[in-house]
């Protein structure tokens, strides 16, 4: 799996091609099913609506293949001492 809950993830594809949901950023939320076909499918929210089949929602759900985690340190974590300026 490309993704993982709590991760900003980007859209890299979608059911139309070009998707017009392309470059946007998502949080992912958690798993929803794991497609015998497809593979496995997110719920995401977008501080946005995006486009979906069923017209524009700020909650989804998006194949893991269409998607790409943003790196980075995550949002939730905590500033430890090592990375404080010294005293």
Do not use: Y
Not at 19 to 27: A, F, H, L, Q, T
Not at 42 to 53: D, R
Request: with cysteine.
């Amino acid at each position: 799996m490309n993704c993982k809950p709590g991760d900003l993830a980007s859209i890299v594809g979608g059911l139309s091609n070009p998707s017009p949901n392309i470059g946007r950023v998502v949080e992912v939320i958690r798993l929803e099913v794991v497609d015998a076909v497809i593979g496995p499918v997110w719920n995401c929210k977008s501080s946005q609506p995006l486009q979906t089949v069923h017209g524009l929602k700020d909650d989804f759900h998006v194949r893991d293949a269409w998607l790409r985690p943003i790196g980075g340190v995550p949002i939730h974590d905590e500033v430890t001492e090592d990375l404080q300026e010294p005293a």
